[in-house]
């Protein structure tokens, strides 16, 4: 057997020492190889509803990717790793109706919330819609007991609608 080193070309294409052309050179060929609809490229989008901040292109056809925000130096992600589409519905414990959760039960098992964060408070883009209403979201970056991490969301404010319903919409790393 005889053995070659292998110099670390995904390095360079990820640190930016391979130019813009490498880049475009490997998509076309992995399009060529895979199919055109197949290697896709993600972009944002303009809106701060998570499930639609960025559109999935063929990456053919979509224009070179915008920088996506960076986090801010030793701050907690914003948004989690994962998200569910749809959003998965969880029964909620709260002390008051409008108050972060402090237990909630999820494919049957139960979480007791030791932190939180929150609420973030997402308005509906009312401007997009024909009744011009829609229902607000508080995120809540949760963790439990054990140390897993998740974003959870109440669709809908007390005064919006009876009854609320809460989701898990994500997963952190």
Known sequence: PRLEALGASQLRLEGGAVRRAAIDDLTDRLAVRLGRGR????????????EQAQLELPATDAAPPQPWPAAPDGEPPQRPFYLFDPPQPI????????????RFRWRRALHAVRLYEGPERIAAEWWRRRDNRGLTRDYYRVEDVQGRRYWLFRHGLYDEKDGPRWYIHGLFA
């Open 91 to 102: 029964e909620v414990i709260a002390e008051v109706p409008d108050g972060p959760p402090q």
């Open 39 to 50: 290697v896709r490229r993600l972009r944002p989008a303009d809106t701060h509803i998570p």
